[in-house]
């Protein structure tokens, strides 16, 4: 295969970049080691599996069709309805006749000859293209939790984020479960329905609130799309991606009675990009951030009705929203249930697990089933590996071993011609990811446009940008929080990761007219040859 531009990855940034590349007469292809379409939300597809963001965001907004005439049903979709339209995105585009499924790439190599890049993949076929792009996901690379006998265990062992496609009934079954983030926070009431015993195993808790998820009326689905442009331009220059505002206060100033009730709307509310917007400075002040982990741990303590259990769910170590905020569908209220027990691993840790079960405490538990829902090695995890070499056979895992270095996660310097959606430092994971993806498709797209109009064999960031670019998101984490908490946003849940803040924290609405102005003024950050 030899084409303009191949894309890896057929989720929400691969679908949008193969339409708006066509768009430009190019000879696009993307390949992706699923079996379908859909990437993170079709390899996903646990129990009780759906979104943070609100749906009427979580979406594109480059059609505007498309965005009138999808029918969401409910606040925060769940798995199988981002799935169905991401499917239903495919066809009305008539993407699939440029996807090849079940292809995975083991390794990209760029050739100096050709000045092109040269792919294999895990059965050995070579394809060959001007341009790469990596729309390989940032939670797309799961983590392998290293636990000591788990392959001793001769129970089914079942993982989040490849789950059996029909599904999996729990009913009269005693089950583990390992992962206490967004993923294990969504699965624990679902498997308590079914299960004889589901025992929680957690090690760090995570900060969750009701997400009070209700069906979307057609008044609010109207009133949306009645002027959408509109709504798509607010979240677009929004910090986070979402259309909400966030107060202009400080937590520290306002009085108790007022800090309380801002806490309170945005807590039944229910959406944790509001909930930590609350005040102005909840990611950038101790103190501020201490209010709102109290008026959380209250509200833990009032949903469970054991105060030992309680406490034991109320987060310590760290700083609340500097790791993702979780919402849930009735999470604290199902260790009330009596089938349900709470296994906390960080009072006793967990020693093994065995043929049948696992042993904390010198405690030997028997179970049929465990599920891991051990989260992802985030973000660089997907592009690592895969083994990139880049302009003189420089690999991309070597030139990141220390620091993620990148231009606004665009791209890399060294590696021409290939780029990166929602790569390290750009907002990603900490924004609504389809307003950054399509922020990054589109630039990616007119940075192509430039380098063919142009007539050039590569386009590649300086040197100088990259740094630039690099110390300038350093400058903005270190205003905050962030780089104070252990998360998979530090890279602090995969050894040997460097500890970096992966996502730009500088805001979505600031990085977007960044983009706009390398694309105004022509690409200064980018070498053309
Ligand atoms: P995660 O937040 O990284 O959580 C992983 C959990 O597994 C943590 O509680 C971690 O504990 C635990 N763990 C890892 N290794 C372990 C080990 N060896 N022994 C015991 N416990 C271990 O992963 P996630 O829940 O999959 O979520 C990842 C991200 O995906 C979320 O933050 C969110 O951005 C996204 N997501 C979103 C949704 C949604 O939209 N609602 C749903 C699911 C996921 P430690 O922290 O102590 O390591």
């Not at 957690?202 to 009326?217: K, V």
Request: charged share 25%; with cysteine.
């Amino acid at each position: 295969m030899n084409k303009d531009v191949i894309i890896i990855g057929a989720g929400v940034a691969g679908l949008y970049m193969l339409h708006t590349l066509r768009k430009q007469g190019l000879d696009v292809h993307i390949v992706d080691r699923a079996a379908g379409v859909g990437g993170t939300w079709y390899w996903n597809r646990y129990p009780g599996c759906r979104c943070d963001i609100e749906s009427l965001d979580y979406s594109y907004s480059f059609d505007e069709a498309l965005q009138q005439e999808w029918k969401w049903t409910e606040k925060y979709a769940s798995q199988p309805e981002i799935l169905a339209y991401l499917e239903h995105v495919a066809e009305r585009f008539d993407l699939h006749r440029d996807i090849s499924l079940n292809t995975s790439i083991d390794s990209a190599e760029f050739v100096e000859d050709t000045q092109r890049w040269r792919l294999t993949t895990s059965d050995e076929r070579i394809l060959e293209a001007k341009y790469v792009v990596m729309a390989t996901g940032v939670l797309s690379a799961p983590k392998d939790p290293r636990i000591e006998g788990l392959e001793d265990f001769e129970g089914h062992v079942l993982k989040s984020a490849s789950w059996p496609q029909g599904g999996v009934d729990f009913t009269g079954r005693r089950v583990a479960l390992i992962g206490t983030g967004s993923t294990g926070i969504q699965m624990v009431p679902k498997i308590a329905e079914q299960a004889e015993r589901l025992y929680v195993l957690q090690r760090t808790p995570s900060f969750s609130i009701p997400a009070h998820n209700r069906p979307l009326s057609d008044a609010e689905q109207s009133e949306v799309k009645s002027s959408y442009a509109d709504f798509r331009r607010r979240a677009r220059s929004s910090p986070l991606g979402v259309d909400t505002k966030s107060d202009p206060r400080s937590a520290v100033e306002v009085d108790a009675h007022t800090r309380e009730s801002v806490f309170r709307a945005n807590y039944d509310y229910g959406s944790p990009m509001r909930f930590a917007n609350s005040f102005n400075d909840i990611v950038v002040s101790e103190e501020a951030n201490a209010h709102a982990v109290d008026f959380v741990a209250e509200r833990i303590r009032e949903r469970v009705t054991d105060q030992a259990t309680a406490e034991k769910l109320i987060p310590r170590s760290y700083f609340l929203a500097t790791r993702r905020m979780c919402i849930d569908t009735d999470y604290y209220e199902t260790f009330n249930q009596p089938n349900v027990e709470l296994v906390d691993l960080l009072e006793n840790p967990l020693e093994r697990v065995d043929a049948t079960g696992f042993v904390v405490d010198g405690e030997h538990i028997e179970v049929d089933d465990i599920v891991l829902a051990t989260g992802f090695d985030a973000i660089t995890g997907a592009l690592s590996r895969i083994d990139i070499r880049g302009r003189d056979g420089r690999v991309l895992n070597e030139r990141w071993a220390d620091y993620p270095a990148s231009f606004m996660g665009v791209m890399v310097h060294g590696f021409p011609n290939m780029f990166t959606i929602t790569g390290p430092l750009s907002p990603s994971v900490n924004s609504n990811m389809f307003v950054t993806i399509e922020q990054h498709v589109e630039f990616i797209a007119g940075l192509i446009a430039a380098s063919e109009g142009q007539g050039t064999s590569t386009v590649e960031v300086s040197a100088q940008a990259e740094t630039d670019w690099c110390t300038h998101a350093e400058e903005v984490s270190h205003q905050t929080l962030f780089p104070r908490t252990e998360s998979w946003y530090t890279g602090a849940n995969i050894e040997g990761k460097p500890r970096v803040v992966l996502p730009y924290l500088g805001g979505v609405g600031a990085f977007d007219k960044l983009l706009d102005e390398q694309a105004e003024n022509h690409y200064p950050a980018f070498e053309f040859a």
